[in-house]
């Protein structure tokens, strides 16, 4: 598993289709935009709540402060995960 921390606006890339950005904390939940495919969706989630992706990419919220979330990703070989920061280099 690999954990990434996100501030509020920043975003992490999941293979060829996949954005996620996390968008802030409030009242312990923890808001995050996801674009898969041309599509997006808000997913409000709690600690260690999972959701799952296509390609068998799985997403936990780890941990939090007051302004950033820590996020495990699993995925398979041969996914690649970037930080926005890191892309295109």
């Known amino acids: 598993m690999l954990i ?3 501030k509020k606006g920043e975003a992490i890339f999941v ?10 904390i409030r009242s312990g939940r923890f808001a995050l935009n996801i674009e898969i ?4 969706e808000v997913w409000v989630a709690g600690i260690e709540e999972k959701k ?5 990419v799985d997403v936990f919220v780890i941990g ?8 495990g990703i699993n995925a398979p070989a041969g996914v690649n ?5 890191l892309k295109g280099r």
């Open 64 to 71: 939090y402060n007051y302004r950033s979330v820590a996020l």
């Open 37 to 40: 495919a041309g599509g997006s």
């Open 81 to 85: 995960i970037v930080r926005e920061e």
């Open 52 to 56: 799952a992706f296509p390609s068998d």
């Open 4 to 6: 990434l921390t996100r």
């Open 15 to 24: 293979g060829d289709d996949t954005i996620i950005t996390f968008l802030g």
